[in-house]
C-alpha cells in the first residue's frame, strides 16, 4: 500500500480545517496554536519542522498520556511518516507507521469524542486519506471521518450561518462528499443542497454541489474539498 503524491502534497491543507472550523465559543487557549505550524511545515516537506511538532506533542503525551488533543496530532504526523515510507518503497516501516497513526488517532477520539480539537484533525486527515486509496481500505477511513464530521455538525449546525465560508463549506462538502462515495445517495443529495443553500453561489462549494447535483456521482478529488485551507477565513 501507499499514499499517493496528491495526498503528501494536501495532507496540510486538510488538516488546516482544524485551526478554521471550530465550534464557536471553543476558547482562546486552543492547543493546535502550539503545534500546528511546525506540524503544517513538515506537511509540506520541512521534516525538521515535522520532528519538532512530533517531539512537542510526544513530550506532552509523556507528562500526560490522557492528552487527546496531543495524541491526536501526534497520531497525524505518524500518519503522514507513514506516506513517506511508501514512497520510499519500505513497506513495512509504512505498516508499522500506519497502524501507530491510526491507532493513536481513534484512541484520541475515544478520550475525547466530543472535542473539535480532536475530531476534526482526524475527520480531516483521514476523509482526505481515503479519496486516494483502494475502495477496500478507504472504506474504513471514511466511516471514521464522516463520523468526526458529523459529531462537529451536531454541534454547529444551530449556528452554521455563523460560521465563516470556509469552515461552513468544508464540514458541509466533507459530510456530503463521503455520502456520495460510500452510496448514500440520498443523504448526500440532503448536504449538497444546503450547501447551495448556506454558502454562496460562486463559492466553489456552491460549484462542486451544483456539479454533484447535475451528476449524482462522486467528485473529482480537487472538487471534493480543501479549497484554500491556508488562506481563507
Not at 500506519?98 to 475530531?119: E, F, S, T
Not at 474504513?140 to 450561518?161: C, E, H, P, V, W
Request: aromatic share 8%; hydrophobic share 40%; proline share 5%.
Amino acid at each position: 500500500m501507499r499514499l499517493t503524491n496528491h495526498l503528501l502534497l494536501t495532507f496540510a491543507a486538510t488538516v488546516a480545517l482544524s485551526t478554521m472550523a471550530l465550534p464557536m465559543g471553543y476558547g482562546a487557549e486552543r492547543f493546535d496554536h502550539l503545534v500546528r505550524n511546525d506540524f503544517f511545515a513538515g506537511f509540506q516537506g520541512d521534516q525538521a519542522a515535522l520532528n519538532r511538532g512530533l517531539e512537542k506533542t510526544a513530550a506532552i503525551l509523556a507528562q500526560n498520556p490522557q492528552h487527546a488533543e496531543a495524541m491526536v496530532w501526534h497520531g497525524t504526523g505518524l500518519f503522514y511518516q507513514s506516506g513517506q515510507a511508501f514512497r520510499t518503497g519500505d513497506q513495512a516501516k509504512g505498516m508499522e507507521l500506519y497502524g501507530k497513526g491510526i491507532g493513536m488517532m481513534k484512541q484520541a477520539v475515544a478520550l475525547d469524542p466530543r472535542n473539535p480539537g480532536v475530531r476534526i484533525p482526524r475527520g480531516s486527515v483521514l476523509l482526505s486519506a481515503a479519496r486516494s486509496m483502494p475502495p477496500q481500505m478507504a472504506e474504513a477511513l471514511r466511516a471514521d471521518g464522516l463520523s468526526d464530521f458529523l459529531t462537529i455538525y451536531d454541534q454547529q449546525k444551530g449556528n452554521l450561518a455563523e460560521l465563516g465560508e470556509h469552515p461552513r463549506g468544508e464540514l458541509l462538502l466533507g459530510i456530503a462528499d463521503s455520502y456520495s462515495r460510500m452510496g448514500e445517495t440520498q443523504k448526500a443529495e440532503e448536504f449538497f443542497l444546503m450547501i447551495q443553500k448556506l454558502l454562496p453561489e460562486k463559492s466553489p462549494y456552491a460549484k462542486s454541489a451544483a456539479l454533484w447535483l447535475e451528476k449524482k456521482e462522486p467528485l473529482p478529488a480537487r472538487q471534493a474539498g480543501c479549497f484554500g485551507c491556508h488562506t481563507a477565513k
